[in-house]
């Protein structure tokens, strides 16, 4: 049959599965709205207050179900603005399709009103990037886009379609399946064994878990896999919930705001395994230092990890859901009770303490967790509030944590919750931010609002740029160089001028009110939670540190640190 640029473009979406778009029209795109207008029933659009929020928005609803997220805008601004979430999706391996329409064929290239060149503005933050000037490849591109974005390591896939294309006809055949993903090739048999020999050598193993063992699906592999050999386990950010946080084995984060547990047992162990992870500097602070006393098996799906970072002994490139299914019947079974009792004791002299005596952020986040049963699908932005939600948010699944990791891009963590309920209606979806994050997306409430997603918003507000000041604190001699953020904003009245439901928190007998109120709210609710400015996130290690020297409140008063 038929069908114009347009058509194809919503045809294809269908044939993908897609349900939901985030996005924002604009004239170039316009042919590509009039047909989803038409088809609104089957997809529904979200539109965001800003292109930013919808890349956002898709990166939260591709992370919170391992779908490809998609996201639309117009040309020139319209398709800068996705950039930063573009750049974020990349960094932390989430597959997403941006399409973005183009001026006409014959305006490329003269500086025409709203042209740019996405495709080569995001070159290095996207798996690939096409532009399509010809209606009749189309169909297969937005098909091999799909591929791409979920294939091998995942990440985002900008398509760019000239106007002229979205108006023009050419026959299209229907596919009866979306687009499969890119077969990984098989593991090798022969890393497989080296890693299997490492492992039956060692007598005080530690696993560091990465966001591969989410995107891969890989919990009940790597559940079975901890318990055969016995070893403590660590996550990064990105990696959490695929450990459980009730497992017995489990030690908490690892790196620069880790546990001393994570820490000290990594820097302490004779084999270090990492699973799906990449050796971020936020991990392994001096690198010279990192796990010294470890042989090093590092098992991930992109070749070019293996020893970018760090230098391993042994390392397996694959998929870790099959990597993990092949490796398990070539270990041993493992006793390791004398090593885990040593971590243990690391865990009982070195637990995770805020101050009781008064509102704390992580007082906040501990009351959410007992209140949701550890079961809410929680985003963040990017600051102490993200660190403190992992510290002391008990996630137990995968996909439940939606953080910025890679990028750190403050005014993620909004979108990114909008996404996901919209993906997930019958979840808790809550997201954590501090007041200097909720000042770069709180425009984005007006969407949930809009659109009657019921998202809880928890701003952690101590007027100041959190993070930024606590390195000012104990790094730059309290020289808080525009990190005070004085001014009479109210975010209570902000939020209900917005249409959502607020409430202000200021005692620590209000907190569980609150969230009861959110939890049962049936529109957008703000709590806006004043905390004291000079809270910190402890533990810590100094820039340039190695990990088991982090320290903490203690270790500053008595000199040690």
């Given at each position: 049959?038929?069908?114009?640029?347009?058509?194809?473009?919503?045809?294809?979406?269908?044939?993908?599965?897609?349900?939901?778009?985030?996005?924002?029209?604009?004239?170039?795109?316009?042919?590509?709205?009039?047909?989803?207008?038409?088809?609104?029933?089957?997809?529904?659009?979200?539109?965001?207050?800003?292109?930013?929020?919808?890349?956002?928005?898709?990166?939260?609803?591709?992370?919170?179900?391992?779908?490809?997220?998609?996201?639309?805008?117009?040309?020139?601004?319209?398709?800068?603005?996705?950039?930063?979430?573009?750049?974020?999706?990349?960094?932390?391996?989430?597959?997403?399709v941006a399409i973005t329409a183009n001026v006409n064929l014959p305006l490329l290239g003269k500086d025409t009103f709203q042209e740019v060149d996405i495709v080569g503005i995001t070159m290095p933050i996207t798996k690939h990037g096409y532009i399509v000037k010809d209606v009749n490849?189309?169909?297969?591109?937005?098909?091999?886009?799909?591929?791409?974005?979920?294939?091998?390591?995942?990440?985002?896939?900008?398509?760019?379609?000239?106007?002229?294309?979205?108006?023009?006809?050419?026959?299209?055949?229907?596919?009866?399946?979306?687009?499969?993903?890119?077969?990984?090739?098989?593991?090798?048999?022969?890393?497989?064994?080296?890693?299997?020999?490492?492992?039956?050598?060692?007598?005080?193993?530690?696993?560091?878990?990465?966001?591969?063992?989410?995107?891969?699906?890989?919990?009940?592999?790597?559940?079975?896999?901890?318990?055969?050999?016995?070893?403590?386990?660590?996550?990064?950010?990105?990696?959490?919930?695929?450990?459980?946080?009730?497992?017995?084995?489990?030690?908490?984060?690892?790196?620069?705001?880790?546990?001393?547990?994570?820490?000290?047992?990594?820097?302490?162990?004779?084999?270090?395994?990492a699973l799906g992870a990449r050796f971020s500097d936020r991990v392994v602070g001096n690198a010279k230092r990192f796990a010294s006393h470890a042989r090093i098996l590092h098992i991930d799906i992109d070749d070019a990890e293996i020893n970018k970072n760090i230098r391993t002994d042994?390392?397996?490139?694959?998929?870790?859901?099959?990597?993990?299914?092949?490796?398990?019947?070539?270990?041993?079974?493992?006793?390791?009770?004398?090593?885990?009792?040593?971590?243990?004791e690391y865990r009982k002299k070195y637990p995770l303490d805020y101050p009781k005596d008064r509102l704390t952020c992580p007082y906040v986040i501990e009351r959410l967790d007992e209140l949701t049963s550890s079961d809410a699908i929680v985003s963040t932005d990017v600051g102490q509030h993200q660190m403190w939600t992992a510290q002391f948010y008990k996630f137990k699944a995968p996909r439940q944590f939606l953080t910025s990791g890679g990028l750190g891009t403050m005014g993620?963590?909004?979108?990114?919750?909008?996404?996901?309920?919209?993906?997930?209606?019958?979840r808790v979806c809550v997201n954590i931010a501090g007041d200097g994050c909720f000042r770069m997306n709180m425009n984005e409430l007006m969407t949930a609002a809009r659109n009657s997603i019921p998202i809880i918003e928890i701003v952690i507000d101590n007027r100041v740029l959190g993070m930024v000041r606590q390195w000012q604190t104990l790094f730059y001699d309290k020289r808080y160089s525009n990190t005070i953020l004085e001014d009479s904003s109210d975010y209570i009245k902000i939020a209900e001028g917005m249409g959502c439901r607020a409430i202000r928190v200021?005692?620590?007998?209000?907190?569980?009110?609150?969230?009861?109120?959110?939890?049962?709210?049936?529109?957008?609710?703000?709590?806006?939670?004043?905390?004291?400015?000079?809270?910190?996130?402890?533990?810590?290690?100094?820039?340039?540190g190695a990990i088991e020297e982090a320290f903490d409140e203690n270790d500053i008063r008595e000199g040690r640190a």
């Open positions: 049959m038929q069908l114009t640029g347009a058509q194809i473009v919503i045809e294809v979406l269908k044939e993908q599965g897609v349900d939901t778009v985030f996005g924002y029209p604009g004239g170039t795109i316009l042919n590509v709205y009039d047909e989803l207008y038409k088809h609104s029933k089957e997809i529904r659009h979200i539109l965001t207050s800003h292109e930013q929020g919808a890349s956002h928005a898709a990166d939260g609803y591709a992370r919170s179900t391992g779908k490809v997220g998609v996201c639309f805008a117009t040309s020139g601004p319209g398709a800068t603005n996705l950039v930063t979430g573009i750049a974020t999706a990349y960094m932390d391996s989430v597959p997403m490849i189309l169909a297969d591109t937005l098909r091999k886009a799909f591929s791409i974005a979920k294939s091998g390591r995942p990440g985002p896939v900008i398509v760019d379609i000239t106007k002229d294309v979205t108006a023009a006809k050419c026959r299209f055949e229907a596919e009866d399946s979306p687009a499969a993903a890119y077969a990984d090739p098989a593991v090798d048999k022969d890393s497989l064994m080296e890693a299997a020999k490492l492992i039956n050598r060692s007598k005080k193993p530690f696993i560091y878990v990465g966001g591969g063992a989410v995107i891969s699906g890989a919990s009940d592999e790597l559940k079975a896999f901890i318990e055969k050999i016995d070893s403590p386990v660590c996550d990064t950010l990105m990696g959490k919930g695929a450990v459980s946080a009730y497992d017995p084995h489990y030690t908490g984060m690892i790196g620069m705001h880790g546990t001393k547990a994570s820490n000290k047992g990594v820097s302490e162990c004779d084999l270090l395994i042994a390392s397996v490139v694959g998929d870790l859901k099959e990597v993990l299914s092949e490796l398990l019947p070539l270990i041993e079974k493992k006793d390791n009770s004398e090593w885990n009792a040593h971590i243990d993620y963590g909004l979108g990114a919750c909008i996404g996901a309920k919209t993906a997930n209606p019958d200021t005692k620590k007998e209000e907190v569980d009110d609150a969230i009861k109120k959110a939890l049962s709210s049936k529109k957008p609710t703000v709590i806006d939670v004043v905390i004291e400015e000079d809270d910190k996130v402890f533990p810590m290690v100094s820039p340039g």
